[in-house]
């Protein structure tokens, strides 16, 4: 039975299910399938902080969104085309997100009284009526997953557990994708147990035997793929990137790389991705607590390494003491916040903005670091080289924001080539130097040099108490302090000198300049887009490099009637810039629910009242 | 047992306590027993005849923590508490380094607890070097978590109702491969044992009965005053039996499950009823009795507790990163990104 083809330039896919559904796996596979058939994309994984929330609740609805398309993607998406439901409470939670008309997959089984009741349903939305208004395919997913491992010796448990597959089977099937790159992930995860791969296998061949018969389905849907300039391209997911873009950086700098971290979401991802490189040298140690980690980071840093710790806010917290101390001793150091919605535990699966002040001023004393911030997943692997560059030949900590929403969020990745990278000079004091002293400078950057123990002739000691400017002895002398006070201002604000220009994307002119940082960075710049769709001269800033701010930050601020600064806190970013640039006046839009912005609304928001 | 660790390069010159003194004033108190201390490490880095260049001395916040300053070796003096874990990093980053951490018993065992035990856990190789004075020194004189029980201090004006910790109970609770007690009294004692735990691999904690003049002087004197000495101090040698007194003729015996001040030639004792050390049994039961021991039923023991095998952290670090560097195609950063599902466009 031939079905029609329809294609579409982009399509939003969401699967919903219970958080043990597996549904951030059908997710990914999904993505994978989809990224190898040369779609670009965004993702974004939705989940609650329970490993197993009580079952078909609301609470408990876990959900993975990708965005796919044959253009540029740069969000997951606002709406969704296509909806898999695994329960009730999956319908229920996300049918607010629906486009009109949509197509709705929902497991048919799982539509029982007690299911029903628990979503807060009165009555079967598959029977009432009430989803009229779109395509729904009813599918005896757990019936259908049972009957198809009937002639195999599977467990009740399995049997349940592949309910999964059988959904991604009538995706893979409605997306003209075929089964081969899910074959392969399944063959090489379930490598040591190819009894388990196969049921998997059947399963997921039964949901696509089962869309193509299928009468309700009369097309599918294409969409072509992107059209990327030439060369390798992966998905990738922001934490993991991140992870590489350090690897990469230690590298190219020839220091050992080291990584000082304490789990945390949504940043452990991290720490479990440079686990898994001892083949590189990478080191890696899961400390007793984040101080722990911080602090065995110095250590390392001390003794030469590309030290590295990783963790979210409530680990930032505790952290701030140790990066007071890499301050005053100007050693090189990445932190890595990857930040959630606080404050203290907060919402930990939602992603937020809201670090910021805490990555600017968060700490006692006059304590200046390098912040940064990455703005998508593949992004991460640039911001975190960046990162580590900047550290180590400024002789500085670096603090490092990325977010949940994008450090978990996958995107096309093109493949870099490692030589390619700019090159990294940290100022390693050479052996014997009768000039050496611990707080020597260079007069360019102002940082100190590195001197490395092992290393003869360089014999110095460091740490926490203020030292005498270039002697480096310990030193009360007020006059002395204020003097190396400036001294770690100005090296951190010379950096400026060292970092691009700020880039404005749309028009360099005119009525609307967009601000915005981070993590918000595909959201933004589709709605400025959009508005420029629209008529109006509108221009984008995105903004990676928050301390120090791009040289030219005043001069692209003042081009522009109106600047109005978007961000997933309560105004942290636009203080700042109040702040530092107070001759501008600024709007601000913020959102903090611990979801990512929707295009839509930011459209709204800045063409309301006009 | 007692090797020098064959990664930290060994000097080709020879060293002299001069090499290692450093030019700063040592600020310490007159007649604090912080001095004693140094002295001693100053003699005993030549005598290890590692590269001048390859001791790093790591510390905390405290009095005893400024004690980097004062060798003239790499140094790094942190924050409060958490020197165990710069010290970890300092070992797993770069093993051809010899790591000594400088700590006192408020900074490893009230704020830096958990990194301290943590370290001892893993058994990294350094030496920690416990100054315990039994009170806060540097912040004047408040109680710490080895100070006895019902001690009048700055904060325990009435009496202070905490249980002191044992140092040696925490590590060898911690899985400690090595604990000794020396006092800074005894310079001769102190400088062997701190020779044998730097020749220990794995963690080697040697807990200094340090003599704090200002804030809590004699704290230690019933054990290391010259004048109660020899009746409460029993000297532990591997391979002898637990004797002290003037006369040496008392001993410890292990009666059932205790252990038992007695003296020989009364009630039939005879020589062979005295418990004789091992320091080196892995079973740290006997060696965790001995720890207690404490007057005025018991004397203290001082030397060498436990030096017991096992691997260390940073040498399993390694050996697992050699494994995987044999077995892995990945060899460099290019070769891990265009690993697994690439997309090719022409
Ligand atoms: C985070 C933090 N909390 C508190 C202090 C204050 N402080 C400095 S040293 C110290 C106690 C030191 O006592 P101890 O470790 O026994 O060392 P000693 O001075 O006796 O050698 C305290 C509480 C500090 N420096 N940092």
Known sequence: ?610 | MKTTDERIPKSDIELNRSDFVSDQMVKWCPGCGNHAILNSISQLFPRLGYKKENYVVVSGIGCSSRFPYYVSTYGFHGIHGRAAAIASGMKIANPSLSIWVNTGDGDSMAIGGNHFIHAIRRNIDMTIMLFNNQIYGLTKGQYSPTTPMGAITKTSPYGTLETPFNPAELVIGAQGTFFARTADNSPKDMSNILEEAALHRGTAVVELLQNCIIFADKTHAMVTGKEYREENQVFLKHGEPLLYGKDRNKGIRLNKLRLEAVEIGKNGITIDDILVHDQYEQDPIIQLMIAKMAPPHLPMAVGIIRAAKAPTFDRLVDEQIEAQKAKSPIKCVDDLLNSGDIIEIK
């Open chain 1, 1 to 610: 039975m031939d079905k029609r083809v329809i294609n579409l330039e982009q399509v939003v896919v969401k699967f919903a299910g219970d958080s043990g559904d597996g549904m951030q796996l059908t997710g990914t596979l999904f993505s994978e399938a989809a990224a190898k058939a040369g779609n670009d994309l965004a993702t974004f994984p939705d989940y609650p902080a329970e490993i197993r929330a009580p079952q078909n609740t609301v609470a408990g609805v876990s959900g993975f969104q990708v965005h796919i398309g044959k253009n540029k993607i740069h969000t997951s998406g606002d709406h969704f085309d296509v909806l898999v439901a695994m329960n009730p409470a999956s319908l229920k939670a996300n049918l607010k997100w629906a486009k009109r008309g949509a197509t709705i997959i929902v497991n048919e089984d799982a539509f029982e009284e007690k299911a029903l009741e628990k979503a807060g349903y009165a009555s079967n939305p598959l029977e009432d009526g009430s989803l009229d208004a779109y395509q729904v395919i009813k599918a005896p997913v757990s019936r259908l997953t049972k009957e198809s491992l009937n002639d195999t010796d599977a467990d009740t448990k399995t049997k349940d557990k592949s309910r999964n597959m059988f959904a991604l089977g009538i995706i893979l099937y409605l997306f003209n994708k075929g089964l081969e790159s899910t074959f392969e992930y399944l063959d090489e995860k379930f490598g040591k147990n190819p009894k388990v791969a196969g049921y998997n296998k059947l399963v997921l061949e039964a949901g696509y035997s089962y869309a193509y018969h299928y009468e309700m389905i009369h097309s599918t849907i294409q969409v072509e793929p992107a059209k990327l300039a030439k060369g390798k391209y992966r998905n990738v997911i922001g934490n993991v990137a991140t992870a590489w873009g350090f690897m990469a950086a230690a590298e190219r700098s020839g220091r050992p790389l080291f990584l000082g971290s304490y789990p945390i979401t949504p940043a452990t991802d991290i720490l479990i991705e440079l686990s898994k490189h001892k083949s590189l040298g990478v080191k890696t140690f899961q400390a007793e607590d984040e101080i722990a980690g911080i602090c065995s980071a110095i250590g390392a840093s001390f003794t030469g390494s590309l030290a590295i710790t990783t963790t979210s806010g409530p680990g930032l917290s505790l952290k701030s003491e140790a990066i007071g101390l890499a301050v005053i001793t100007e050693l090189p150091l990445v932190i890595v916040d990857v930040q959630r919605s606080g404050p203290s535990t907060g919402m930990p699966t939602k992603s937020e903005q809201s670090d910021l002040y805490q990555a600017l001023f968060g700490r006692n004393g006059e304590c200046p670091c390098i912040v940064i911030a990455a703005s998508s997943p593949s992004d991460c692997f640039y911001a975190a080289y960046e990162a580590a560059k900047l550290s180590l030949e400024h002789m500085t900590p670096v603090l490092l924001l990325t977010d949940g929403y994008i450090g978990n969020g996958s995107q096309l990745f093109k493949i870099p080539s490692v030589k390619d990278l700019p090159s990294i000079q940290p100022p390693i004091a050479t052996a014997n130097d009768p000039n050496y002293k611990p707080y020597r400078r260079n007069p360019e950057t102002l940082a100190r040099q590195w001197a490395l123990p092992g290393t003869p002739g360089l014999l110095h000691r460091i740490g926490g108490l203020e030292k005498e400017d270039v002697a480096g002895n310990v030193s009360t002398d007020g006059a002395n302090h204020e003097k190396m006070v400036h001294l770690r201002d100005e090296k951190v604000q010379r950096v400026a000198n060292y970092i691009p220009r700020q880039e404005v994307e749309g028009d360099p002119e005119g009525d609307i300049l967009v601000v915005s940082w981070g993590g918000t960075y595909g959201a933004v710049h589709a709605a400025v887009n959009e508005l420029r769709r629209q008529g109006k001269k509108a221009g984008h800033a995105h903004f990676k490099y928050i301390m120090p701010l791009p040289l030219n930050t005043a001069e692209i601020l003042g081009n522009y009637k109106k600047i109005v600064v978007c961000e997933l806190n309560n105004g942290q970013f636009v203080n700042y810039l109040r702040m530092t640039h107070p001759q501008f006046s600024y709007e601000q839009f913020n959102k903090v629910q611990g979801q990512p912005f929707l295009v839509e609304e930011i459209v709204t928001h800045l063409t309301d009242g006009e």
